[in-house]
C-alpha cells in the first residue's frame, strides 16, 4: 500500500462507512475505505427494510438508480401462539404512491450499489482488505494494519464502520465487548419464490410488499420478534432474541428459525420457496445508557460499530448512515482546524447529540428493561388475547351473556395488580 497519510480510513463499507466516506470525498478529503467482503454488502446482513426519507437527505434522487424490492405499503403486528395468530394490521395506499415511505431492499445489492456513491465522490473503495489492527503514534491512532508487511496505511483519522462486532473500537480502548444482555443473535433466511406467488399470498397488488413482525411463539416467547418482509421475487425471514436470554435458556436462533417456520400461520407464506441464503448476526441493542466512548485521538466510531440502533423502530441503517454523515462532518470541521485530536473531534458527538440518532435512543432507553423484567409479556398475553379471541369468535349455542362472562374469567386468570404494573410500566417506558 502506498506510503503516504491519508485523511481518513474507513474501516467497513456498509451503510455508516460509506456514508462517512461520501460526505468526506464530497468535501475534497481524501479517504480510502477498507472492506473485509469480497465486496461492499457481501457479508452485510439485515432484514432489508430502508426507509426512504433518511435515504433520500443521504442520497438524493436514489430512487431512480439503486436497487430497490417492493415499496412497503403495509405493517403487520401480529403475535403467535402455538396454534394461534392474532394482531393488527395497517395498510394503506398511500404508502403506494410517492413519496413512499420504505422499500425492502437486498443489502448485498444495495450496499454495493451504495458504494459506488462514495467512489464517484472520490473515496476510493477496496474489498478483500481486512484491518486487524490499529496503527498508533505518539499516543494517538494514526492508521491500520491488515497484518501483511505491507498492509500499513497511515490516516489523520479513522473511523470505525466495523459492525456490530466492532473489534477494532475495542483495540482502540473505546468500549469493551459488548455484554450479552446488550445484543441481540438473529438468524435469517433469504427465501426465493415467484413474484405471483409472494402477491397471492400476502394479498398484496403487484410490485408493493409488507412488512410482518411477530412475536410471542416466533421467538419461544422470549425478548425479541420474527419478521418477514417481501422482495420482489423472495422473503426474508427471520428471528433473533437478547443474546443473554439465549445463552440462559439454551436456545439455539437456528432451531428458533426453523420452529417458525414450521409455525403452521407461517408455512403457507414460505411454502414451496428455496432458502437460497442463510446467515446468523448479532445486533448491538444497549441502547442510549450503553453508548461507548464515540471518538478517540484521531478515531471515531459509526454505526453498529458504536451501538447506534434503534430495535424498536427496526432502524439501524438509517442510523448508521447519519452517524456516518454526522462522523464525516465532524472530520472535514477537523481537517479545516488541521487538529484530529479528541478534543477536536468530540464534534461529532455533539452533533450526534443534537440529531435524532441520539434524541431517539435517549427516548427509548427504558423500552428494552421494561420488557426484559416482564418475560411474561410475551408468553402469558399472546396465550390470554388468542383464549378471548377463540371464545368470542366460536358460536356453540352458549348465550352471548354466557360468553362474555366466560371471557370475564379469562380476564380474571390474570393478577390485577401485574396487569396495572404492566400497563403503567408501559407508559412510563415510552415517556
Ligand atoms: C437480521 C437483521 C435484520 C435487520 N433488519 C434491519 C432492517 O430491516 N432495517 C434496518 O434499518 N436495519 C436492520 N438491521 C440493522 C442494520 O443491518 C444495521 O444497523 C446496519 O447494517 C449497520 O450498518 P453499519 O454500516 O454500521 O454496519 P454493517 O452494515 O454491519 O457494516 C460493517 C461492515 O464492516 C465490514 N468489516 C467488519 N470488520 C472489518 C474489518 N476488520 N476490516 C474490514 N472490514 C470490516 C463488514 O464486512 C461490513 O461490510 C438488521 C440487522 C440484522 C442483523
Known amino acids: 500500500m502506498a506510503d503516504e497519510r491519508f485523511d481518513a480510513i474507513v474501516v467497513g463499507a456498509g451503510p455508516a462507512g460509506i456514508t462517512a466516506a461520501k460526505e468526506m470525498a464530497v468535501a475534497g478529503l481524501s479517504v480510502v475505505v477498507l472492506e473485509r467482503g469480497q465486496y461492499p454488502g457481501a457479508k452485510n446482513v439485515s432484514g432489508g427494510i430502508l426507509y426512504r426519507h433518511p435515504t433520500e437527505e443521504m442520497c438524493p434522487g436514489f430512487e431512480t438508480e439503486a436497487p430497490l424490492e417492493r415499496p412497503i405499503v403495509e405493517q403487520r403486528y401480529l403475535v403467535l401462539t402455538e396454534d394461534a395468530m392474532l394482531g393488527g394490521i395497517y395498510r394503506s395506499m398511500k404508502f ?12 448485498s445489492e444495495f450496499d454495493r450499489w451504495y458504494a459506488t456513491k462514495a467512489e464517484e465522490a472520490g473515496a476510493e473503495v477496496y474489498p478483500e482488505f481486512t484491518v486487524t489492527d490499529v496503527l498508533w503514534e505518539d499516543g494517538r491512532v494514526a492508521g491500520v494494519t491488515t497484518g501483511e508487511p505491507d498492509g500499513e496505511l497511515l490516516a489523520h483519522c479513522v473511523v470505525l464502520a466495523d459492525g456490530a462486532n466492532s473489534l477494532l473500537a475495542q483495540r482502540v480502548g473505546l468500549h469493551r465487548e459488548w455484554a450479552p444482555i446488550d445484543q441481540a443473535l438473529v438468524a435469517k433466511e433469504l427465501i426465493a419464490l415467484p413474484a405471483e406467488k409472494i402477491e397471492d399470498r400476502f394479498a398484496l397488488p403487484a410490485g408493493l410488499g409488507t412488512a410482518y413482525e411477530i412475536f410471542g411463539e416466533s421467538t419461544w416467547g422470549l425478548l425479541g420478534y420474527g419478521f418477514i418482509y417481501t422482495n420482489k421475487e423472495s422473503i426474508s425471514i427471520g428471528t433473533g432474541a437478547l443474546l443473554q436470554d439465549l445463552i440462559e435458556t439454551g436456545i439455539n436462533v437456528n432451531d428458533m428459525l426453523d420452529r417458525f417456520k414450521r409455525h403452521p400461520a ?10 437460497i ?39 439501524g441503517a438509517n442510523l448508521a448512515m447519519l452517524s456516518g454523515r454526522l462522523a464525516g462532518q465532524a ?29 431517539d435512543l435517549r427516548k427509548i432507553r427504558r423500552v428494552t428493561p421494561f420488557a426484559h423484567a416482564r418475560p411474561h409479556l410475551l408468553r402469558d398475553y399472546p396465550q390470554l388475547a388468542s383464549d378471548i379471541a377463540r371464545e368470542y369468535l366460536t358460536v356453540d349455542g352458549t348465550a352471548k351473556k354466557d360468553k362474555q362472562a366466560k371471557i370475564a374469567g379469562i380476564l380474571r386468570r390474570l393478577p390485577k395488580k401485574r396487569l396495572v404494573g404492566d400497563a403503567v410500566g408501559a407508559v412510563r417506558s415510552m415517556t
Open 266 to 275: 407461517i408455512t403457507p407464506l414460505i411454502a414451496g420457496g428455496e432458502t
Open 331 to 359: 472530520i472535514v470541521e477537523a481537517k479545516q482546524r488541521d487538529d484530529f485530536s479528541i478534543a477536536s473531534l468530540s464534534r461529532y458527538r455533539e452533533l450526534l447529540d443534537d440529531s435524532i440518532v441520539i434524541k
Open 96 to 107: 403506494a404512491e410517492q413519496p413512499y415511505n420504505a422499500y425492502s431492499v437486498l443489502r
Open 277 to 315: 441464503e442463510y446467515s446468523a448476526h448479532l445486533i448491538p441493542e444497549g441502547g442510549f445508557d450503553r453508548l461507548p466512548q464515540l471518538y478517540a485521538d484521531g478515531a471515531v466510531v459509526v454505526g453498529d460499530a458504536a451501538g447506534l440502533v434503534n430495535p424498536l423502530n427496526r432502524e
